[in-house]
């Protein structure tokens, strides 16, 4: 995807002209093969990668599209045809919200250094904002032009970092870094003398009526799936896959197979326990989808230091798109097969919906008069058919209390901390329940779109996290997408006959806890070392005393916190390696101020 870099200043600000020059000069000095595709007194606009961007031939406002765009089905032409008509900025981004999707970011750049964007509303492509001595600063990703750019006031957010400990799923919005801002997905940022206004053109409340929920059919999800997977594969074809063994990727391969450009290869991971082996669902996929496959052995492994050090450090923790053990592995057999992209399945849990919860009773679309749909749910659910009928009733419903082991699992935090509120979410208060929880997985799925070490030398592509499907999801009950009785029901109809049976029927999914239960356990050591006397708890994040009862390999067989603990060990190498470049940032800074 198309990395960039914007400039906007008002152009008789001395200071912030002479603050853009030299940019501009890092720009030249260390990206060389970046591309400038609009440069006049005010603005900047630099675009790296393949510098895929569409631009307006209308002189008193230059607008460009950088990124991938997709008309929906039904919808207008090429994007070119709307930036070659005279419109307001506004009208041209709620038409690429309504009727278009992908992973873009569009720009307008109008007098005196004032400029507007809009990024797309699933956030494919990242983007954050900061101001640098009158200079507002956008770009996909902040390093390396932060380091002659940084804004005055910017640290690391200790109380920002432990609302993502608590909860990860708001980590694609607000930073941990107090100066740089997210770019809000869906959302019009117009800077006008030097002033901000924000406004939003989509959210994904506005998908969900409630009362008449959308009536999607097999058919309908399928060939949206087939329209989604294929923008891709035409778009990025020297590519391979992921196949998990589970119902999503698989999904997301037999779509790619019956697309012209094909998956060249996919690969699978397995260990050495049952849970944690699922290569005959993924040969079984394969075969059926005509895909060669690589099976890779994941051995017991400890973490060192040599496993944190290559970790890319972004604005965010890479809570979600960073791995262990095998994320370094996939990047060099991925390159070894010539691919450029790698696609995945992540998304379809929530989208397709896995989650077995009597919650779904409180749809407008269950069946209220049939005995057997209240039956069946409970059966799926694990729930008494009394919990079913409450949610369809809307009648009181005692609320589940924390196991022993869950509450030992826990991080130990300090204080009291609060779970942030999705911004991306929307008004989805008034909703059923299990629609609100869907949309919620969404906001948090969207974190892997993040710095990792697959990303910095593949494109990474999660199709199954489209604009078009995501809206189609959103629009449908969930009792319709799991038909009251299985997880993501429709898709496997949808499917079925492009997928082995062995897929379409299985009832589980493979579970690497145990796993990396045991890497854990090989860890403890450097575990102690890395995390005890951390920036973490030096800064009061985790409770020292809490978090060294937790590193205890008899403590780590017992408890599943592989997830938790993962989440604070990126966390801490993303602080420190923040707190460095601060430090550097402000030396630097001092001395040339010194110089001057």
């Known amino acids: 995807m198309t990395p960039y870099l914007i400039l906007s200043w008002r152009a008789d600000d001395g200071q912030a002209s002479t603050a853009a020059q030299r ?18 007194p005010g603005t900047v606009i630099v675009l790296g990668g393949d510098a895929r961007a569409l631009a307006s031939r209308i002189d008193s406002h230059p607008t460009f599209v950088i990124g991938d765009v997709f008309p929906k089905t039904g919808s207008g032409g090429p994007v070119q045809n709307l930036l070659s008509a005279e419109r307001p900025f506004s009208d041209l981004c709620a038409t690429l919200a309504e009727d278009y999707w992908g992973a873009y970011l569009a720009v307008e750049v109008r007098r005196h250094g004032d400029v507007a964007v809009f990024r797309d509303p699933m956030g494919m492509r990242d983007g954050v904002y900061w101001i640098h001595s009158g200079v507002h600063v956008f770009a996909s990703e902040a390093m390396p032009w932060l380091a002659v750019s940084a804004p005055e006031q910017l640290t690391v957010d200790w109380q920002r970092i432990s609302e993502l400990l608590l909860d990860s799923a708001t980590v694609a919005e607000k930073t941990p870094l107090s100066g740089i801002e997210t770019l809000p997905p869906g959302t019009l940022v117009d800077i006008r003398a030097g002033r901000t206004t924000m406004r939003r053109l989509w959210s994904p409340d506005r998908f969900y009526e409630r009362g008449r929920p959308a009536p999607l059919d097999a058919a309908t999800l399928r060939n949206e799936v087939l329209r989604c997977v294929d923008a891709w594969t035409q778009t990025y074809p020297n590519c391979m896959i992921e196949v998990s063994g589970g119902l999503d990727s698989a999904t997301v391969a037999a779509a790619g197979a019956a697309t012209p450009a094909r998956f060249r290869h996919a690969i699978n991971f397995f260990t050495d326990h049952l849970s944690g082996d699922e290569r005959r669902y993924a040969r079984d996929t394969c075969e059926r989808c005509h895909i060669p496959l690589d099976e890779v052995f994941m051995p017991v492994g400890h973490l060192g230091d040599a496993d944190l050090h290559d970790i890319p450090t972004g604005v965010r923790p890479g809570l979600s798109s960073v791995t262990f053990f095998h994320d370094k592995l996939l990047t060099r057999i991925a390159i070894g097969h010539g691919v450029t992209a790698l696609f995945t399945g992540h998304g379809g849990d929530s989208v397709f919906y896995q989650h077995p919860t009597a919650m779904i009773a409180a749809d407008p679309s269950f069946p209220r008069g049939d005995i057997h749909a209240y039956t069946t749910l409970a059966k799926w659910s694990r729930e ?49 329940p299990a629609k609100r929880s869907q949309i919620t997985a969404i906001a948090t799925d969207r974190s892997v779109i993040g710095p990792s070490s697959r990303s910095q030398a593949l494109t ?105 603990l993962r989440s604070v060990i990126i966390t801490e190498h993303w602080a420190r390696a923040w707190q460095e470049r601060i430090t550097a940032m402000s030396v630097n800074h001092s001395a040339s101020r010194a110089a001057a």
């Open 23 to 40: 940019i501009r000069a890092e720009i030249e000095t260390t990206q060389p093969r970046w591309r400038v595709v609009f440069d006049k």
């Open 460 to 564: 990474m592509l999660h199709p199954l996290l489209s604009q078009p499907l995501v809206e189609l999801a959103i629009a449908t009950d969930i009792y319709r997408l799991t038909e009251g009785r299985q997880d993501r029901a429709l898709v496997r109809r949808a499917f079925a006959d492009m997928l082995p049976a062995s897929v379409i029927e299985r009832r589980g999914k493979g579970v690497l806890a145990q796993y990396f239960g045991r890497c854990l356990c090989a860890s403890v050591p450097f575990l102690r070392d890395f995390l005890l006397d951390g920036l973490l708890v030096c800064n009061d994040v985790l409770d020292r005393a809490e978090l060294e009862a937790m590193l205890d390999r008899d403590f780590l067989m017992r408890f599943d916190c592989y997830a938790k």
């Open 384 to 432: 008494s058919i009394w919990t079913v009928a409450s949610h369809a009733f809307g009648l009181p419903v005692r609320s589940i209390r924390h196991t022993e082991n869950e509450a030992l699992a826990g991080l130990p935090l300090c204080g009291e901390v609060r779970r942030a509120a999705s911004e991306w979410e929307g008004e989805i208060a008034d909703f059923p």
